[in-house]
Nanobody, 122 residues
């Protein structure tokens, strides 16, 4: 499985915006739904957003209305646009390939990127 490669993280003030990118192989992009997850220090990895092949989306309650997941077939990339960022959004963000059943379950994802750090200062 070719790796997923995230980018776009950084340090931003509360209220600011960032856009994360996840570059995938053509095979992955054309055949799988994709998700974004995040993990803060000392906490479990948690679901953030999910997008299907036909761009149906789902979001965690904590980010609904602030984050937008999208996919671009011209460059096999999945994006996570994050607006109105809060200090509690600080975490390492991971892109993952969804291969079975429940999109909200960690075990439904079989390939993960290395993660990109997002830090929101108050």
């Amino acid at each position: 499985v070719q790796p997923l490669v995230e980018s776009g993280g950084g340090l931003v003030q509360a209220g600011g915006s960032l856009r994360l990118s996840c570059a995938a192989s053509r095979h992955t992009f054309d055949n799988y739904a994709m998700g974004w997850w995040r993990q803060a220090p000392g906490k479990e990895r948690e679901f953030v957003a999910w997008i299907t092949l036909i761009s149906t989306t789902a979001y965690a309650e904590a980010v609904k209305g602030r984050f937008t997941i999208s996919r671009d077939k011209t460059n096999n990339t999945v994006y996570l646009q994050m607006n109105s960022l809060k200090p509690e959004d600080t975490a390492k963000y991971y892109c993952a390939r969804h291969y079975q059943s429940d999109a909200y379950s960690l075990s439904s994802y079989d390939s993960w990127g290395q993660g990109t750090q997002v830090t929101v200062s108050s």
